[in-house]
């Protein structure tokens, strides 16, 4: 079992910048940024290996970094240029096996309890 704990969450005025972290509390081997904003499903925001091989959704393309730190086990997600339109809770995620589907929510075993991003313009 691995027990995630996400942070970092805020709220910040469009155009402003935020980062998320989430600790696991061991080894795990994808992990993932994925947000359910009011009244829309939950949506994969972006992935990464234990390798680096990273993936995004097209809406951050260019304004979000995900990155992690193995040797910590912990996960980050860089989030600049901020729009309204991110306003969501935000999960981090993370796998029991090795998978391609980074941005595919059944790929993964465990989730964080979720960090509130508010983006007002």
């Known amino acids: 079992q691995v027990q995630l704990v996400d942070s970092g969450g805020g709220s910040v005025q469009a155009g402003g910048s935020l980062r998320l972290s989430c600790a696991a509390s061991?080894?795990?081997?994808?992990m993932a940024w994925f947000r359910r904003a009011p009244g829309k499903e939950r949506e994969g925001v972006a992935g990464?290996?234990?390798?680096?091989?990273?993936t995004y959704v097209d809406s951050v393309k260019g304004r979000f970094t995900i990155s992690r730190d193995n040797a910590e086990n912990t996960l980050y997600l860089q989030m600049n240029s901020l729009k309204p339109e991110d306003t969501a809770i935000y999960y981090c995620?993370?796998?029991?096996?090795?998978?391609?589907?980074?941005?595919?929510?059944?790929?993964?075993?465990?989730w964080g309890q979720g960090t509130q991003v508010t983006v007002s313009s």
């Open positions: 995620a993370a796998t029991a096996a090795a998978s391609w589907y980074l941005l595919n929510p059944r790929e993964y075993n465990y």
């Open positions: 990464i290996g234990r390798n680096g091989i990273t």
């Open positions: 061991r080894f795990t081997y994808c």
